[in-house]
């Protein structure tokens, strides 16, 4: 079901993640409500204080659609891979969560004191500065700015597909098997036939999801490979490719 939505978004144009766009609504509602607490300690205005409780409103409702797109990022790029960022991710987004909620109760609180509101909306600024912080690590640690422009092609599926699990040529889940040393580097039929249905080495099935002619043609899977093995890759291997 998420796939057959990527691939519509795709034949119309849009070939990027969906959650990054959605993220500016409750970050962006955040850092205004924060600056509107400030204005209120500069200048003393109640109303200043109103309308950062108002803006925290519309970062609650955009706080959805936000999570919804992430998990469906989450599933379609990560195969749902537990690595580090993803739930650093999730643990921030369930606080953000909470102190969204707090500070909306508090808010309706009649005479509540602002230095409790500006208080909560400090958290959630540190909070999404958080949240900001490991969604970065997602985006740029895969990327590889010095390789040819002939290797962008597998490039741009290496960052849409592996990079989450093997950014910069690494392994998160497995550090000691990382990708950039992997005997099945030595020659594209062993890769090719390994994205097929990876194995862990004792031969029992990882975390690695299978990667389909649908998921990744033959095509594709040879200018990936032409993209590790030159723009990342430091392999042994025993002949020609």
Request: aromatic share 14%; hydrophobic share 45%.
């Amino acid at each position: 079901m998420i796939g057959k939505l990527y691939d519509l978004l795709e034949k119309i144009g849009y070939i990027h993640p969906l959650h990054p766009p959605f993220t500016h609504g409750p970050i962006g509602g955040v850092i205004v409500a924060f600056c509107l607490g400030l204005g209120m300690l500069l200048w003393r205005r109640q109303n200043f204080l109103q309308s950062a409780y108002y803006v925290v409103v519309i970062a609650f409702v955009l706080f959805f659609p936000t999570v919804l797109a992430g998990i469906m990022d989450w599933q379609y790029y990560y195969s749902g891979a537990w690595i580090f960022p993803i739930k650093m991710k999730i643990a921030l987004a369930t606080l953000l969560f909470i102190l969204l909620s707090a500070t909306l109760i508090v808010g309706r609180i009649p005479d509540v004191r602002p230095s409790i509101m500006i208080f909560l909306l400090t958290l959630c600024l540190f909070n999404v500065m958080g949240l900001g912080y490991f969604g970065g690590q997602l985006v740029y640690e895969g990327r590889i700015p010095s390789v040819s422009e002939s290797l962008f092609p597998g490039r741009n599926i290496f960052i849409g597909h592996c990079s989450g699990c093997h950014s910069n040529g690494g392994n998160i889940l497995y550090p000691n098997l990382p990708l950039r040393t992997a005997p099945q580097l030595e020659s594209y039929e062993k890769f090719a036939e390994f994205i097929r249905d990876p194995k862990l080495p004792n031969g029992s099935k990882g975390p690695m999801p299978n990667f389909t002619q649908r998921d990744l043609s033959a095509q594709q899977a040879r200018v990936l490979y032409e993209y590790i093995i030159n723009g990342l890759a430091k392999p042994t291997r025993s002949g020609e490719r």
